[in-house]
C-alpha cells in the first residue's frame, strides 16, 4: 500500500537526518502536523488515560473532528449533545527530536479538557475557544507515546479552581461542537529556541511582526520583527539574530540583522531586528498579499532556530468618525458571523480550503469586514481572511453582557490569549471587548492589553454600543444608524430577518406565501422570520439604504458602517419555521440567495459604489397567466425593464438601489434589465433566461487547489443541478436526488428542508434546481465514484482520485493550508480617498429653545446619549439653531426621540421663512429632510400636530424583547431632538 512505502521511505530521511545531527545538542525546529491517528470514545471511561487501556475498538479519527459532528444542523444548537469523551493518540517522536524540547500546540477545544501523556497529567485548558500548548519534553518515553484527552463540552462546566461558569459557554449563540474540532500540533526545537505565542499553560509570546512609518504611494515601511527566546540549556549560550523577509513570488525582499546575545541558563528575553522595507505591497480588502518573516537564531554562524511567520503590512486609522485602510476611508460592509462558521453533518470541522471557499465567499458579496460573534474564531479562520483580503473584528469571549469578578478576569485572559496568538494576522483590524457595552474601567483594562501585546499592530479596541466612551476606540449599537465626527460607529448586527433558499417568491413551487410559518419564539409575529427570497432581498436594500445615506462625505458626522447578522444559515438561534437560522445571504451549503447579489451590487466600493451593476431578483420560468412585480437591484441612476426585446419602461426606485415593476406578465424567453447614469448612457444590464424541461441530473466537484487529500479530514464539495437539454438549471426543479458514493470517502452529505433537514441522507432534492454535498476522505488513497440518479433524469457520475498523505508513528509534514494561495482578485487599495462629498455642514453656533433651554446644545453635541426635549406642552414643542454664519440651507438632518416608533409632524423655518412642513418617517436611526432652499442664519424647527407613536419596523431583540426604542415615549406634544445636523448645498467648486 502506498501509505507503507512511503513511511518506509520516510523513516529511512529520518534516519539520514538522525545521523546529520547525532551530535548536535541543539536539534533543528520542525512543526508536524499531528491530526492523524487518533482514537475516540463517546464516554467517560475510567482508567482511559494509562498507557496499558484497551483503546481497541474505539473511532479511528483524524483530527479535527468534533465527537457530535453528526448532528451539526439535524438539531438545534440547544439540543446538540453534550457530556463527556476521550480521545487518544499513539505516536513516536523522530529520531532527531532527542535532547531538544517537545511542545504541544492545540487550536482550541469545547469546552474544557484534562490532557495525560503517557499516564501522567500534563495540564488543564478550560475556556473552550482559544490556543495553548503544553511542553511535553520532560513525560516522553523512548518509543511509542500515548497522548490522552478527556473532553467535556457541557455548557455547564464550571472552572475547577474557582467554581465559576465561563460567560460564553452557552447554547445559544455558540454552536456546541465538542471535543477536538480545531487542528493540534506538534513543534520539535532546541534547547535554544523561539517560544510559541500560547500564553495559556505555557506563559510564552512567541514572534510578533509590525509595520509602523508607512509610505503608502512609495510603498514602503519601517519593519520590525520581534521574537522571545528561551534558553533551557544549562550553560549560558551566544547566539545572532537575523530576519528574513520574502514575498508572495518567493523573492527575497529583505535581511534584517538584530545583533549578538547572551542568555543565561534559563533565561527568557526578547530581541528584535527592524529596517526600512521598499518596494512594499500592501494587504487591502480583495488584496490578500502576504509575505514570509523567517526570524532566525545562529550560532556560529549557522542556523539553530527559524520560524515562519506568514504576515501582511497595511496602515489603520480610527478617528474623525472614520477607519482608513492604507490612507483610504472605508466604510464598514459586510457580515456578523457565528464563530464556528459551520456547515452541516461537520460542524466547523472543515479542510482549510473550504474556509477559504467560505470566506471569500463574503470577499465576492463584496464585504470588506467579518465580525466574529461571541467568540474568537479558529486560527484557521483567521488565517483564511488574511488570504482572501477580508477584514476582521475579532472578540475574546462574552455574552450579552459586561461581566463581573471572576468572569470578568476571565473574558481579560482570553483576551490576552487571542492578541498574542493572532496580531500577526493582518486581516484582524478590532478586538470587540463585548457583545454589549462595557464599564470604561473594563473598556481600559482591555486596551492595556492591546498596548502591551500589540501595540503597533494599528488595531482598535472598542466594544458593542459606547456611545459616549472616553476609551473606547470604535463602537455602535446592534440594528441601529448611529453616527459621530469622533470615533467610528458601525450597526454591529443588522438585519435580522430570515429566508429559506427554497423559497422564491409566491408564484413559484413550492407555493410558499411571503411570511407564512410559526410564530416567532417569544410569540410575536414570525412574517419577517419566513420570507421568499423576493422580499428578503429588497428588505436586504432597505436596511442597507440607511447606511448608505449616512455614509461618509454626507457630513461631518457619518456611519461607518454596518454588518448583516448573518453570511450563512447558522445552526444557532433560529426563529422561523426551521430549527436554525436562515439569516445568511447564503445557505448552510453557501450556495446563494438572493440577497448575496443585492450585497454584491450596493457594497461595490470602499465608500460608494464604484463600478455600476444589477442584478434580476428571482428566476424566469412561470406559469403563462402569471402576473407579478419585478425587482432589479442596482446602482444605475436609472433602470429599463425588456422582455423578449420589449420595453416595460423604467423601475420605479425605492431605497436607492430598489427598482420595481409592479405587474410583469411572464412571457417565456428572456428578461433584461439595462442600467443608465444621469446622461442616459448605457452603464450595466443583466439578464435571465427561461429554462427547459428538466432532463438530467449535473455533478460538480470543488476540491483544494491540490485535489482531495486521503487524510481523513478533507473533503470535496460536490454541487448538484437539475438542468434542462443545454445545459441551463432549471430554477423550480426540486427533484430527489439519490446517490451512491464507493471508494474510499465517507459520506457527509448536504441539506435540505424535511425529516431532520436531511443530514447524511443519501437522498435529498435539489431546492430551486441545485444543492450540495459534501464527502470526506478517508485516510487511504484511492479512486471514489459519486453517482447521483433521480427518476426520470439522465444520471450523472463523477470520479475524484484521493492522494496519499504520508504519516510517520502518526506524525505528517504536510501542514494543512500552509500552500493555499492568497487572493488578489480585488487588486491593491486605489490611490486617493474614497470620499465624494454630497453637502455642506453648517456648524451651530448655538440654541435655544421653548422649554429646557440650558439642554438644547446637547441636540448637536455629537453624542447620541443625550439630547433636548420640551416639557411635553405643545406650545414649547420648538427649538431654534443659529448659525455660525448666514447660509443657504437645503437640508436637515436629525436623530429624534423614539426614532423607530414616532413620526414627528414639523414646521421648520429658516429666518421665518417656511422652508418645510410634513411628517418625519420613521426609521433606524436618522431622518434627512429636504428642505427649500432658503437663506439664513436662525433655523426653527417646531411640533406642528400630534406625534404619531406605533413601532415602524416590528423588529425584536434575539431574545424576542421588544426593544425600547420601538415603545412610546412621553406625551404627544413632547418634541424630542438627539442630534440635529444642518446641511447646505455644495459650492458649485464641489460638485
Aim: aromatic content about 10%; glycine content about 10%; overall charge neutral.
Amino acid at each position: 500500500m502506498m501509505i507503507a512505502i512511503n513511511r518506509l521511505v520516510a523513516s529511512a530521511m529520518f534516519a539520514s537526518v538522525t545521523c546529520l545531527h547525532a551530535g548536535d545538542a541543539n536539534p533543528p525546529r520542525k512543526k508536524y502536523n499531528f491530526n492523524p491517528g487518533w482514537l475516540l470514545k463517546t464516554a467517560d471511561e475510567t482508567g482511559a488515560e494509562a498507557v496499558s487501556f484497551d483503546d481497541g475498538s474505539w473511532k479511528p479519527v483524524t483530527l479535527p473532528h468534533a465527537w457530535n459532528e453528526d448532528s451539526a444542523f439535524k438539531l438545534d444548537n440547544k439540543k446538540l449533545p453534550s457530556g463527556i469523551a476521550w480521545y487518544r493518540k499513539h505516536f513516536k517522536l523522530p529520531p532527531e527530536a532527542a535532547g531538544g524540547k517537545v511542545f504541544l500546540e492545540f487550536e482550541g477545544i469545547r469546552q474544557a479538557g484534562e490532557f495525560y501523556l503517557n499516564g501522567e497529567s500534563i495540564g488543564l485548558s478550560e475556556n473552550g475557544v482559544m490556543a495553548f500548548g503544553f511542553d511535553i519534553t520532560d513525560k516522553l518515553r523512548p518509543g511509542e507515546n500515548v497522548l490522552a484527552a478527556r473532553i467535556d463540552n457541557s455548557t455547564r462546566y464550571v472552572e475547577k479552581a474557582t467554581g465559576t461558569s465561563f460567560q460564553w459557554n452557552v447554547n445559544d449563540f455558540a454552536a456546541n461542537y465538542g471535543g477536538i474540532p480545531k487542528n493540534v500540533f506538534l513543534h520539535v526545537t532546541g534547547k535554544l529556541h523561539q517560544t510559541l505565542p500560547l500564553h495559556s499553560n505555557l506563559g510564552t509570546t512567541g514572534v510578533y511582526v509590525h509595520a509602523r512609518d508607512f509610505d503608502i504611494k512609495g510603498r514602503s515601511a519601517e519593519i520590525t520583527a520581534e521574537t522571545q527566546v528561551r534558553n533551557d540549556h544549562a550553560s549560558p549560550k551566544k547566539f545572532s539574530y537575523e530576519v528574513t523577509l520574502t514575498d508572495a513570488d518567493g523573492r527575497l525582499v529583505k535581511t534584517l540583522q538584530g545583533g549578538e546575545h547572551t542568555l543565561a541558563a534559563g533565561e527568557t528575553r526578547t530581541v528584535s531586528a527592524g529596517g526600512r522595507v521598499s518596494d512594499l505591497h500592501f494587504w487591502s480588502w480583495g488584496y490578500g498579499y502576504l509575505y514570509d518573516v523567517v526570524t532566525t537564531l545562529k550560532v556560529d554562524g549557522g542556523s539553530v532556530d527559524a520560524v515562519t511567520t506568514r504576515t501582511g503590512f497595511r496602515k489603520l486609522e480610527f478617528g474623525k468618525g472614520l477607519v482608513k485602510l492604507n490612507d483610504r476611508t472605508i466604510q464598514m460592509k459586510g457580515y456578523a458571523q457565528r464563530s464556528t462558521n459551520e456547515w452541516p453533518s461537520v460542524g466547523q470541522s472543515v479542510p482549510p480550503w473550504l474556509s477559504d471557499f467560505s470566506n471569500a465567499l463574503m470577499v465576492e458579496s463584496n464585504a470588506n469586514l467579518v465580525r466574529w460573534m461571541h467568540v474568537t474564531p479558529g486560527k484557521q479562520d483567521i488565517e483564511s481572511c488574511d488570504r482572501v483580503g477580508l477584514l476582521q473584528a475579532m472578540p475574546a469571549g462574552d455574552k450579552e453582557r459586561d461581566a463581573q469578578d471572576r468572569q470578568w478576569t476571565q473574558r481579560v485572559e482570553l483576551m490576552r490569549d487571542a492578541i498574542i496568538y493572532n496580531r500577526n494576522n493582518p486581516s484582524v483590524v478590532m478586538y470587540e471587548g463585548g457583545n454589549e457595552s462595557i464599564s470604561e474601567e473594563h473598556m481600559a483594562d482591555l486596551k492595556a492589553l492591546r498596548d502591551q501585546y500589540d501595540p503597533h499592530g494599528g488595531r482598535a479596541s472598542g466594544s458593542r454600543e459606547m456611545l459616549d466612551s472616553k476609551v473606547a476606540e470604535y463602537g455602535g449599537e446592534m440594528l441601529y444608524i448611529n453616527k459621530s465626527a469622533r470615533l467610528p460607529f458601525w450597526a454591529t448586527e443588522y438585519f435580522r430577518d430570515e429566508a429559506l433558499r427554497k423559497y422564491w417568491d409566491d408564484w413559484s413551487p413550492p407555493f410558499h406565501k411571503n411570511g407564512d410559518g410559526p410564530p416567532a419564539p417569544k410569540g410575536e409575529s414570525g412574517a419577517p422570520y419566513n420570507r421568499n427570497q423576493d422580499t428578503y432581498a429588497a428588505a436586504t436594500v432597505e436596511r442597507w439604504y440607511d447606511y448608505w445615506r449616512e455614509r461618509p462625505g454626507t457630513g461631518l458626522r457619518s456611519s461607518a458602517g454596518g454588518v448583516n447578522i448573518v453570511f450563512s444559515d447558522t445552526n444557532t438561534h433560529g426563529r422561523g419555521a426551521e430549527n436554525y437560522r436562515r439569516s445568511g445571504e447564503v445557505d448552510a451549503m453557501r450556495l446563494p440567495k438572493d440577497a448575496f447579489f443585492a450585497h454584491q451590487v450596493m457594497w461595490d466600493g470602499w465608500v460608494d459604489v464604484e463600478r455600476p451593476a444589477a442584478y434580476l431578483v428571482g428566476h424566469w420560468n412561470y406559469e403563462a397567466q402569471v402576473k407579478k412585480p419585478v425587482h432589479v437591484i442596482s446602482s444605475a441612476e436609472k433602470v429599463e425593464l425588456f422582455v423578449n426585446g420589449k420595453s416595460k419602461g423604467f423601475g420605479e426606485q425605492s431605497s436607492r438601489f430598489l427598482y420595481t415593476w409592479r405587474e410583469i406578465p411572464f412571457e417565456p424567453g428572456a428578461v433584461k434589465a439595462v442600467g443608465y447614469d444621469s446622461n442616459d448612457r448605457k452603464t450595466c444590464e443583466t439578464e435571465k433566461k427561461t429554462a427547459g424541461v428538466p432532463v438530467s441530473v449535473r455533478l460538480t466537484p470543488r476540491t483544494a487547489p491540490g485535489g482531495l487529500l486521503a487524510d481523513g479530514a478533507d473533503m470535496a464539495l460536490i454541487d448538484v443541478e437539475v438542468v434542462d437539454a443545454r445545459g441551463n438549471r432549471c430554477p423550480t426543479a426540486f427533484n430527489p436526488i439519490r446517490f451512491d458514493l464507493s471508494g474510499p470517502a465517507e459520506w457527509r452529505g448536504g441539506i435540505a428542508q424535511g425529516p431532520d433537514n436531511f443530514i447524511l441522507s443519501k437522498e435529498l432534492p435539489v431546492e430551486c434546481g441545485v444543492n450540495r454535498v459534501l464527502v470526506r476522505s478517508l485516510p487511504r488513497e484511492g479512486k471514489i465514484v459519486l453517482k447521483a440518479a433521480a427518476d426520470g433524469l439522465t444520471p450523472a457520475s463523477i470520479e475524484l482520485v484521493s492522494k496519499p498523505l504520508v504519516v510517520v508513528d502518526g506524525l505528517s509534514e504536510v501542514i494543512p493550508g500552509a500552500t493555499l494561495p492568497a487572493s488578489f482578485k480585488r487588486g491593491g487599495t486605489p490611490d486617493g480617498d474614497s470620499v465624494t462629498p454630497t453637502r455642506t455642514p453648517l456648524p451651530i453656533a448655538g440654541a435655544t429653545a421653548g422649554s429646557s433651554p440650558e439642554q438644547a446644545a446637547l441636540s448637536y453635541d455629537d453624542n447620541e446619549n443625550t439630547g433636548w426635549k420640551n416639557n411635553g406642552r405643545p406650545d414649547t414643542g420648538w427649538i431654534q439653531y443659529d448659525l455660525q454664519k448666514a447660509s443657504t440651507v437645503s437640508e436637515i438632518t436629525l436623530k429624534m426621540g423614539g426614532w423607530r416608533a414616532k413620526a414627528y409632524p414639523l414646521r421648520i423655518t429658516v429666518d421665518g421663512a417656511l422652508a418645510y412642513q410634513g411628517v418625519t418617517p420613521k426609521s433606524l436611526g436618522y431622518v434627512t429632510l429636504q428642505l427649500k432652499p432658503t437663506p439664513g442664519k436662525t433655523v426653527r424647527i417646531e411640533l406642528a400636530g400630534d406625534i404619531d407613536e406605533k413601532d415602524g419596523f416590528g423588529m425584536v431583540e434575539v431574545t424576542g424583547k421588544k426593544l425600547e426604542d420601538a415603545k412610546p415615549a412621553g406625551k404627544s406634544g413632547a418634541l424630542q431632538i438627539i442630534e440635529a445636523e444642518i446641511y447646505g448645498p455644495l459650492a458649485r467648486s464641489e460638485r
